[in-house]
């Protein structure tokens, strides 16, 4: 199953889906590393090159299952990975650590987990309101120099932030939660890209599995990162699955999943802002990999996609439980 390509940037084409390795560490409940190295390797298999992974997805379990996958693969792989977020993720005990001097000593940690010399795509995760921007992507751009990372991305930065950064040094990609029931980033964030020419990255891309339909609450773990969340509370729920149901109901009109009509929607609204946009949904499943690359072959008539835009409208729920967090709060 081959699937097309996406340039980024100059220097950054990638699979036109990439693969969210966050589902790879124990984020969402208990992972079997055996079957979490066997749908990375599946991934690949099938055409997609470009992985995605930061060094708290599992205090490091992700980038050590995905430097297993690049023994003997790193040419097949466009490698993106973050940092600056530090603490206990799936505890909500964080913070943000974007000091300068921290650049060099995370990039290091990563390339040691990873097992590579250098990364594609290296992402300030979230940015540090104590430190300005300039100086954070002032580190990272001499890594570049360094050749231990080829592009700059960031995560959750305004379009503001995303400008004020572009001027120390190019961006090749912004990453952030984008998808039919989370859509924000369209006021500015995406305005901003498109301006520039940076890549987008949509996180979540069916919306931590609820678009998708594949989640029972009742089966999550007690740390499973969606109990943090507003829009997963017993009562945001019941009211989302209104959205759930149109999402449904285009997927058998079109002969779609659920999760292949999240994506396909993701696809049809970077083409309408002009944006080269890679998504990069995640799961532990080898089959679910497979179902998600089937978006790439879906196509959304005007009508369908304009229902689903209505859908974000009637979401209830935050997509984060402080927004200050992400792009949002801080626009």
Do not use: C
């Amino acid at each position: 199953m081959p699937v097309s390509t996406v340039t980024l940037a100059e220097g950054l084409t990638v699979s036109a889906q990439g693969y969210g390795a966050m589902s790879v560490a124990p984020v969402y409940g208990p992972v079997d590393p055996a079957e979490a190295l066997a749908t990375l390797h599946h991934a690949v298999d099938i055409g997609i090159t470009f992985i995605d992974t930061a060094n708290i997805y599992g205090d490091g379990a992700s980038e050590r299952a995905v430097g297993k996958l690049l023994e003997g693969r790193r040419d097949e792989v466009q490698l993106a990975t973050k940092f600056g977020l530090v603490g206990g993720m799936s505890a909500g005990q964080r913070g943000i650590n974007g000091d300068p001097a921290y650049v060099a000593q995370a990039l290091e940690e990563s390339l040691g987990r990873l097992g590579v010399d250098h990364v594609d795509l290296y992402y300030l995760h979230r940015v540090d309101p104590s430190v300005p921007i300039e100086d954070t992507v002032g580190a990272m751009a001499e890594q570049v120099k360094a050749g231990k990372i080829r592009h700059i991305g960031l995560s959750e930065a305004t379009g503001d932030e995303l400008r004020r950064a572009y001027a120390v040094h190019p961006i090749s990609a912004i990453q952030s939660e984008w998808n039919i029931s989370s859509r924000d980033v369209e006021n500015k964030v995406v305005p901003a890209a498109a301006e520039l020419g940076v890549g987008f990255v949509p996180f979540s891309p069916v919306g931590r599995g609820f678009l998708a339909g594949s989640f029972d609450p009742s089966e999550w773990g007690e740390n499973d990162l969606r109990r943090r969340f507003p829009r997963f509370t017993d009562s945001a729920l019941a009211t989302n699955q209104k959205v759930l149901d149109v999402v449904r109901d285009v997927g058998v009109e079109s002969g779609a999943t659920p999760a292949q009509v999240s994506l396909a929607w993701l696809d049809a609204k970077g083409r309408h802002y002009g944006l080269p946009s890679v998504s990069i949904p995640g799961t532990r499943f080898a089959a679910r990999v497979s179902e998600n690359a089937g978006a790439l072959d879906i196509v959304l008539t005007e009508d369908q996609i304009a229902r689903l835009d209505a859908l974000a409208a009637i979401t209830e729920g935050e997509r984060s439980a402080d927004l200050n967090w992400i792009s949002q709060g801080r626009e």
